[in-house]
């Protein structure tokens, strides 16, 4: 004899609503394949997946992404926290006007370099003429 609890139980797995809901997702999936958008992280960064709980670590994913390396996530996760943004922006955008480069990453890891020496050299500047 089945408890009261198992009969409603299977009373409640058998609605019409939820074979109706069941279809409808079934049907969104085929249509919304999110497996196969670039910007999924599961395909970015294998099944394992991300728990991504502040800004600068969404932002390090996104570039790890952008310059499709999944090796140094952590080094951009570090960037996006301690490097002024703009310094990255710009460096992402002269990135992306390169499509065809060898190396997306190294390219962006010199402009950095070349941006941060720029604004270091400037400040050094500023500093001698205020003397």
């Known amino acids: ?5 198992d009969i409603l139980s299977q009373l409640k797995r058998s609605t019409p609503q939820d074979k109706k809901k069941k279809k409808e997702k079934e049907i969104q999936s085929k249509l919304f394949d999110f497996d196969q958008l670039e910007t999924n992280p599961k395909r970015m960064f294998t099944e ?3 728990y991504v709980s502040t800004e600068h670590q969404s932002y390090g994913l996104r570039l790890a992404g952008k310059l ?12 996006a926290k301690t490097k002024p943004r703009a310094v990255l ?7 992306s006007d390169y499509p065809n480069a060898e190396s ?3 390219l962006f890891m010199w402009k950095v370099k070349q941006l941060e020496n ?5 400040k050094e500047q500023e500093q001698e003429n205020t003397k």
């Open 118 to 122: 720029e604004i270091k050299t400037k």
């Open 48 to 50: 394992k997946g991300k």
């Open 68 to 79: 499709d390396d999944k090796k140094r996530l952590t080094m951009y996760i570090k960037w």
């Open 89 to 95: 922006e710009s460096a992402l955008s002269f990135v």
């Open 104 to 106: 997306k990453s190294k």
């Open 1 to 5: 004899m089945d408890s009261i609890k």
